[in-house]
Nanobody
Framework: QVRLVQSGGGLVQPGGSLRLSCAASGFKFSNYAMGWYRQAPGEERELVAGITRASGSTSYRDSVKGRFTISRDDVESTVSLQMNSLKPEDTAIYYC?????????????????WGRGTQVTVSS
């Protein structure tokens, strides 16, 4: 059974930092591309960051470049998102995502597995 269990998140002031983690089980983690999506109220779900399998190449949406870092640990089967210099517009529910195809993952189309989501609120 494929499972993505998320942890982290919460309330932070503007300029602060948070770290999200996602623990995977039920599939061969190293064979999957991983990513983080977010969805703000009334908005579409959007890709925040993705990381390929094997090479671990990364990509980010423009609004988080230089502030967020995605990383993976294939031994522990985890993917993390370090978020620094957080802004109120980063407020959203964040979802971990997994798919064997990086193309499918970043397209958000028919993604194999999703985490349940975790709330990130940036507010003073």
């Amino acid at each position: 059974q494929v499972r993505l269990v998320q942890s982290g998140g919460g309330l932070v002031q503007p300029g602060g930092s948070l770290r999200l983690s996602c623990a995977a089980s039920g599939f061969k983690f190293s064979n999957y591309a991983m990513g983080w999506y977010r969805q703000a109220p009334g908005e579409e779900r959007e890709l925040v960051a993705g990381i390929t399998r094997a090479s671990g190449s990364t990509s980010y949406r423009d609004s988080v470049k230089g502030r967020f870092t995605i990383s993976r640990d294939d031994v522990e089967s985890t993917v993390s998102l370090q978020m620094n210099s957080l802004k109120p517009e980063d407020t959203a529910i964040y979802y971990c995502a997994a798919d064997p195809s990086y193309t499918s993952l970043v397209a958000g189309f028919d993604v194999r597995s999703w985490g349940r989501g975790t709330q990130v609120t940036v507010s003073s």
